[in-house]
Structure formats: C-alpha cells, structure tokens
C-alpha cells in the first residue's frame, strides 16, 4: 500500500520563501504522475500544480505560475513545490496527491493517492 508523506509546511511572512517535499512509500515500482492541491479554511480543495512522471511537462494554476515551481525529487515517486514570494492568500494546508495513469490531470477526483496534508500559513 502506498503512502503520500507531505513536509515542510510552516508560518511565514509575505514576500518569503517555502519548500514543500512530498515522498511515498510502499509499493513504489511504478511511476505516478505527482501534485499539489490546497485547501483554506472554508475552501474547496483547488489545484496548485501537477508534474508529469517523467519530469519533463508541468502545469500550474494561475494564480501560482509565476511564484512557484514543481520538480521532481532524485529518488523516484518523490515531488517538491517551491514557492517564492509567498502571499497571505497562499494561507491553506497543502496536500500532496498521486495518479497511477500517465496522464497529467488537474482535478482533484482524478487522483488515487493523497497525503495527510501541510499546513502553510503566511501572515502580512
């Protein structure tokens, strides 16, 4: 059984920097197609950015795409999400989410595997 493990996830100030790393464990033989969804308080769950399995293609929703980037980590079914200039309205947990078909996707439903979630929080 696989498991999604999301760190680095804390409070900050605006304007400031965090990395997010995402892991899985278990049966990781496969390549799954990686990403990040948030959720704040009151929110629905909403797509923050996706990566392919092999790294090359990513998509972002518009909101982030110019602050933060998805990479994958050296060790397979790992992800990261770095994000730069970080906004209060960046404020939610962040989860990290796993899809087994080799098709980028960017709804919420069209994943298989989800992590427990990190919480960010950025005060003004």
């Known amino acids: 059984q696989v498991q999604l493990r999301e760190s680095g996830g804390g409070l900050v100030q605006a304007g400031d920097s965090l990395r997010l790393s995402c892991a899985a464990s278990g049966r990781t033989s496969i390549e799954y197609e990686m990403a990040w969804f948030r959720q704040a308080p009151g929110r629905e769950r909403e797509f923050v950015a996706v990566?392919?399995?092999?790294?090359?293609?990513?998509v972002y929703a518009d909101s982030v795409k110019t602050r933060f980037t998805i990479s994958r980590g050296i060790v397979k079914n790992t992800v990261n999400l770095q994000m730069n200039n970080l906004k209060p309205e960046d404020t939610a947990v962040y989860h990290c989410?796993?899809?087994?078909?080799?098709?980028?996707?960017?709804?919420?439903?069209?994943?298989?595997?989800w992590g427990q979630g990190t919480q960010v929080t950025v005060s003004s």
């Open positions: 990566i392919s399995w092999s790294g090359v293609g990513a």
């Open positions: 989410a796993a899809k087994i078909l080799p098709k980028m996707a960017t709804v919420a439903d069209d994943f298989d595997l």
